[in-house]
């Protein structure tokens, strides 16, 4: 048996100890900060997969790629905030397999003068606050680690309803 970090909380000096949790914090800033062509060139495994909380898995590359980041197209602004990470070596050392639930923190288009504030642990307010799960796969490849796969779930319920009552969306948008 291998071992395994469990950590509680966001990043820290905890995380940044362990290789693969390391990498998870640059990716997961980068991602925020909305760095995706240099994420998709220097961190995504050419044959990279996509799980979406909908059961459909898009095909390996690119199209997995502009899967997940369309997921966050309409999301104005947006940050992960992790609450609870475990990751463990594959059993051929071929890289590492981590689950975590992260806080995805969002401001939407339209007028959310009405929408509830939530805020992060840095203080920050937003109008959607989600809980998700992911997991990832990385890879070992010539000294670099590269994100494989990604699979995450959560519920769209929250954002679907404040973009309805904002008009950015609207029931015919839904099949309604």
Not at 51 to 57: A, C, D, N, P, Y
Request: proline share 5%; charged share 25%.
């Amino acid at each position: 048996m291998k071992p395994c970090l469990v950590h509680y909380g966001d990043w820290d000096e905890v995380t940044d100890s362990h290789p693969a949790m390391k990498y998870m914090r640059t990716y997961t800033e980068m991602y925020d900060k909305r760095d995706l062509d240099n994420l998709y060139e220097n961190y995504i495994a050419s044959d990279f997969t996509y799980s979406k909380s909908t059961g459909q898995i898009f095909p390996s590359g690119k199209e997995s790629w502009d899967a997940v980041t369309g997921d966050y197209r309409l999301f104005t602004v947006y940050r992960h905030e992790p609450y609870m990470l475990t990751c463990w070596e594959t059993d051929d050392g071929s890289g590492w397999e981590i689950l975590g639930n992260a806080w995805l923190f969002a401001n939407l288009p339209g007028d959310g003068s009405a929408a509830k504030v939530y805020k992060d642990l840095t203080g920050k307010e937003w109008e959607i606050r989600i809980p998700a799960g992911f997991f990832f796969k990385y890879r070992k490849e010539g000294g670099e680690i590269k994100v494989a796969s990604i699979a995450i779930t959560s519920d769209s319920g929250p954002v679907v309803v404040e973009l309805l009552k904002r008009g950015v969306m609207k029931p015919s948008d839904l099949g309604i």
